[in-house]
């Protein structure tokens, strides 16, 4: 029996994340499932790098 898990990131941060790092029109096009490995992991990473500005009290700052 598989379990279906259920995403941290809300759809509206994940798009937003797509957009800062270019591959928006991928996700508009093929969806979630086309999206390169690398770009799956710089977004994770984005992610983590805000979560860790977040709690260090200095906000959401784009590049």
Same mark, same amino acid.
């Given at each position: 029996m598989s379990?279906r ?6 759809e509206?941060?994940?798009n ?11 996700i ?7 999206i ?11 992610? %983590?790098? %805000? ?13």
């Open positions: 379990r898990r259920r995403g941290v990131m809300s509206q941060f994940k937003e994340l797509a957009k800062d790092l270019g591959f928006y029109q991928t508009q096009q093929e969806g979630w499932g086309g390169k490995a690398k770009d799956a992991g710089n977004m994770v990473k984005r992610a %983590i790098e %805000i979560a860790e500005q977040r709690l260090a009290g200095g906000g959401w700052h784009q590049p």
